[in-house]
């Protein structure tokens, strides 16, 4: 599983920090990044979420 933020959507709203904060980081810069690209599929199910909750629609997954 491979997940991906695209900093030009993304306005750090924090909603996928806060569903998946082992993945996700808004950092100062108000923008989401990564703390693992690639993570384990026993997160999937939480990362689909972040993906659903994200307002900006700024999060994709794709499979490996």
Known sequence: ???VVDQKLCEGNTKCQQTA???FEV???DKSHLLIDS???R???KIKLAVK???RQ???VSDD
């Open 1 to 3: 599983m491979k997940v």
């Open 21 to 23: 904060p082992e993945v």
């Open 27 to 29: 950092r100062d810069d």
């Open 39 to 41: 993570p384990p599929e």
């Open 43 to 45: 997160m999937r199910e």
């Open 53 to 55: 909750l994200c307002p």
């Open 58 to 60: 700024a999060i994709t």
